[in-house]
């Protein structure tokens, strides 16, 4: 059989902790295929992001076109845009059958802002109604406000200082709330990119979005569980669970 298909278009993190190429070994986890339209290249480690060299917006779309028109996907996760003009092209070049999951990326755990006011407008504008569910923690969920517009918001609890992580799905369905025990680890790195790709996953294979967002979340405990401890700062998760 052949295995389901992930369009992932986001970033690249030479760490390999978080953008595109934790959510290839995400997608791989989860039996799925996974293709890539870059958007930015960035020099970074678990401290900090040095770098960020954005791919010329025809490029990005290039990509898009390219994978779409031969392999095709059946759900398609989005992360670091990182302007208003990508942002327009993106949304314009998706297909509006195939659900969307769009990790909305602000900042980065090091507090490095890759949106400014006019790409968040238009990210809420183009791609938030768009999508099947939106991914922002708390401090992204703050700058973005107002998320009427969208089919489904999970917020992700794991900024909150609770003994547990509790995100909160708000769907068509009503409100799930998904609690796991806090683990107390510094090697968080890409914990928003693994969570949106592994829902994107599910979506894929055909889960509810409930569903999809649960087995996404336990999937994302045990990586936090086995995080093999690299790096100086905020190390990367253990995806091979």
């Not at 779309?61 to 990508?86: T, Y």
């Not at 089919?151 to 769907?171: F, I, P, S």
């Not at 979005?209 to 979340?217: D, E, F, H, K, S």
């Not at 990586?223 to 669970?241: D, F, I, N, Q, Y």
């Amino acid at each position: 059989m052949k295995p389901p298909r992930v369009l992932v278009i986001a970033g690249s993190d030479s760490s390999a902790g978080a953008g595109i190429q934790a959510d290839i070994k995400t997608a791989q986890a989860f039996g799925c295929y996974a293709q890539t339209a870059v958007t930015a290249i960035t020099a970074q480690d678990t401290r900090r992001v040095r770098v960020i060299h954005f791919i010329p917006v025809d490029i990005v779309v290039a990509q898009i076109q390219m994978c779409l028109d031969d392999i095709g996907a059946d759900a398609i996760k989005i992360g670091m845009l990182g302007s208003a003009a990508l942002i327009d092209a993106v949304a314009r070049v998706l297909p509006k059958r195939i659900p969307i999951v769009l990790d909305p990326v602000v900042a980065s755990t090091s507090g490095k802002r890759f949106l400014g006011k006019q790409a968040i407008d238009a990210l809420k504008k183009h791609l938030v109604p768009r999508a099947a569910v939106v991914t922002p923690n708390l401090p992204e969920a703050r700058i973005l406000g107002d998320l009427g517009a969208a089919q489904a918001v999970l917020v992700k609890g794991g900024h909150a200082t609770k003994a547990t992580v509790d995100d909160v799905l708000t769907w068509k369905g009503g409100i799930e709330t998904y609690a796991f025990p806090r683990i107390r680890t510094r090697h968080t790195h890409g914990t928003g990119c693994t969570l949106s790709t592994a829902i994107a996953c599910g979506l894929a294979k055909g889960d509810s979005l409930p569903l999809a967002v649960g087995r996404a979340r336990e999937y994302v405990q045990n990586a936090l569980e086995t995080a093999p401890g690299l790096g100086k700062g905020h190390g990367p998760l253990g995806h091979a669970v």
